[in-house]
């Protein structure tokens, strides 16, 4: 599938890998944004097929109301959906900072808000006879770290949430797809870890995995962790628990 002349649904472009995503493929495609705050004025300008639709992803009827939006704007359907959006929190169990109630939006945010939108916008999807779903993902999702227990749990049931669905929508004209991001240079990351890969590559990389039709796309250092993690599950989350990668 070539991106080009297609309506795409992308959650997250008001910074980070999805702006970059915005902007790598707002010129050519008509993108509907999903997310609190619209994306940067000049990226805007840039998308003359751009539509912000504000939305709070942690509350489920705020999701609702956003998909129903989409259906009645775009009644001949959609050809693609890139839930990109996440959060990530620091703060241990064991830190006295650590605010439970942050669980319930890291989990909405990053694993419900985008089944609900994948169960929502599957009529649009079913409409084109190509089309596609793609769920940014993380190498936490396969190897977890000590920091942050909620959002790598998110990022494993976003992977069987993805791996589930591909085998449900198998004879559909629906691909499921990944792509597995290392550590991105982005805002979420500011002051941790080093090596970094920009968000503009990483944008690059999973536009391309959509086009080859890739199921799961392993961007930079995660080819090699779940390499190790294939032959040494022991090894590779020893590597992981050293910090940030």
């Given amino acids: 599938m070539k991106l080009q002349n297609k309506t795409i649904v992308l959650t997250g472009a008001s910074s980070g890998v999805g702006l970059d995503l915005l902007g790598a493929l707002g010129s050519s495609n008509t993108i509907i944004n999903l997310s609190r705050h619209a994306p940067p004025e000049d990226a805007v300008q840039l998308s003359p097929g751009f539509a ?14 956003a998909i129903e939006a989409i259906t009645l704007s ?3 359907g959609i050809d693609g959906l890139i839930n990109c ?4 929190f620091l703060p241990k169990f064991t830190d006295s900072d650590f605010d439970p109630a942050s669980i319930a939006t890291e989990i909405a945010i990053n694993l419900t808000s985008p089944a ?17 779903v793609l769920n940014v993902n993380s190498g936490l999702g396969l190897v977890p770290k000590k920091e942050s ?12 949430l993805s791996r589930g669905l591909r085998a449900q929508l198998g004879g559909t004209s629906i691909r499921v797809q990944q792509a597995f991001l290392p550590l991105v240079d982005t805002p979420m990351t500011t002051g941790r870890g080093s090596g970094k ?3 503009r590559d990483v944008a690059r990389q999973i536009i391309r995995g959509i086009e080859r039709g890739t ?16 032959l040494s599950p ?4 020893a590597i992981m628990q050293k910090g940030d990668s």
């Fill in 197 to 199: 890969l920009s968000s």
């Fill in 74 to 76: 775009h009644p001949d």
């Fill in 52 to 65: 912000h639709v504000a939305t709070n992803l942690a509350d489920a009827a705020s999701v609702d109301r």
């Fill in 215 to 230: 199921p799961d796309n392993d961007i930079g250092k995660v080819k090699l962790l779940r390499i190790i993690n294939r």
């Fill in 149 to 160: 227990a909620i959002y790598c749990t998110t990022k494993g049931g976003l992977d069987n």
């Fill in 116 to 132: 609900q939108l994948i169960h929502g916008l599957l009529g649009g999807l079913r409409k084109r006879s190509e089309s596609f």
């Fill in 234 to 237: 022991s090894i590779a989350n």
């Fill in 85 to 88: 959006a996440a959060v990530q």
